[in-house]
C-alpha cells in the first residue's frame, strides 16, 4: 500500500465515523472527530474532548436515577426509579467495529472476535 492510499483509507475511515455519529446540534459530527498522522505509518482519529466533552455520555447506557415525583396522593412526594434510555448507546463501538471490518477488507486483513 502506498502512502496516499493509506492516507486515503484513512480519511475514509474517519468519514465512515462521522457518518454514524449521532447528530444533534452537529459540534460532535462535524467539529470533535479529528484526524492526525504523527508518522507516515500512523494514522489517528479521535473524538477531540475538548470541542465535545459530552461524546463519552453519548456512546454509554444511561443509569437509573431516583426523581421525586408527587400528586400521587395529595400532600405526599413519593421517590421513584426512572430509566432514560440512550438513543445512541453504543454507537461508537458499532463505528469502531465498522471501520475495523473496512479496513481489513480494504488491506485483506482479518478481524478475529
Not at 466533552?53 to 400532600?75: L, Q, S
Request: aromatic residues 12%; hydrophobic residues 40%; contains cysteine.
Amino acid at each position: 500500500m502506498t502512502y496516499e492510499e493509506f492516507v486515503s483509507l484513512g480519511k475514509e475511515c474517519k468519514e465512515i465515523i462521522k457518518k454514524m455519529a449521532p447528530i444533534e446540534t452537529g459540534v460532535l459530527r462535524y467539529d470533535a472527530i479529528q484526524e492526525k498522522m504523527p508518522d507516515d505509518k500512523t494514522f489517528i482519529i479521535y473524538v477531540d474532548e475538548a470541542v465535545a466533552p459530552y461524546m463519552k455520555y453519548t456512546n454509554e447506557e444511561w443509569h437509573r436515577k431516583i426523581i421525586k415525583m408527587g400528586n400521587f396522593v395529595p400532600g405526599e412526594v413519593v421517590e421513584r426509579m426512572r430509566t432514560w434510555k440512550n438513543p445512541n448507546e453504543g454507537w461508537f463501538d458499532r463505528a469502531a467495529r465498522t471501520v475495523a471490518l473496512y479496513v481489513a477488507s480494504k488491506t485483506g486483513g482479518e478481524i478475529t472476535v
